[in-house]
């Protein structure tokens, strides 16, 4: 039996989260053509009988402007000290950028064995996927490389043989049937978010954040009630979130409280509160209260 953590990392729309729930088999992280969709370092768990590894989705690595930023950067970096296995994932599609070539550099200062992960290849000429692997290899020392799509499922066995065949030998660490040991709020939290980032557009995707304040089990009614704040920075994106006589929250919460009573097997009472919070994304004990797990 082996078994270990597999750091995934890549800049923003690298494919991280579309490929570990592809891996999963099961959605992990919500995913949103929007840059830095991932905020928290989640955790997707894959059980097999000779193996289990345990993927830590990471934020997209990139330039920070601001506290969230640093912060986003920092788990990635962070993640870095506690897996036994790198995945860095380049998007073939896409030039190679600084962004991928300083994030090469930490992995190398690592000293963590790397495979290179060249992601969508379903929209790449074979040209490309070698243009891309020639261009990262002076820099990333990886072991291996795989290419895949994890839309079209392709390479996904290959890339999985290859994780195990670098893990340590140990007993499993989760129960087989675990798929995410991450905790319901942030489930929930997540889920809300990606509603929003799905829905609204204009200024509001990268200054929302969400809070689950309360999870309450009604047994007697098979019933979960949650409560919810979701944050903004200015009023204008109080409105767009709220929407016409509250179209779009009343939207949101709708499409959250379905996800949510598929999730959990439950009916559930969602309730959604928007708050502004000015420039939010600049304080740090405000970001460590909401992201630090």
Known sequence: MKSGFVSVVGKPNAGKSTLINALVGQKVSIVSEKPQTTRFKLRGIITRPEA?????DTPGFHRAKDALGNFLNSQVTGSLKEVDLVLFLLDASQEVTDEDRELAAEVNR??????????KKDLCQQEQLEAARNAIAPILQFRDRVSVSAVQREGLDELLNKVI????????LYPEDMVT???LTIRAAEIIREKVLMNCYQEVPHSVAVEVLKIQEREDKNLLEIGAEIYVEKDSQKKIVIGSEGS???KIGTLAREELEYLTGKK???SLHVKVKEKWKKKESFIKRIYSS
Do not use: R
């Not at 690592?110 to 992601?119: E, F, I, K």
């Open 110 to 119: 690592s000293g963590l064995p790397a495979l290179l992960v060249l992601t």
């Open 268 to 270: 559930v009472f969602l």
């Open 52 to 56: 289990q590894i345990i993927l830590v």
């Open 181 to 183: 040991d991450y905790p």
């Open 165 to 172: 065949s670098y893990l340590p030998e140990g007993p499993a």
């Open 248 to 250: 779009m929250i009343k």
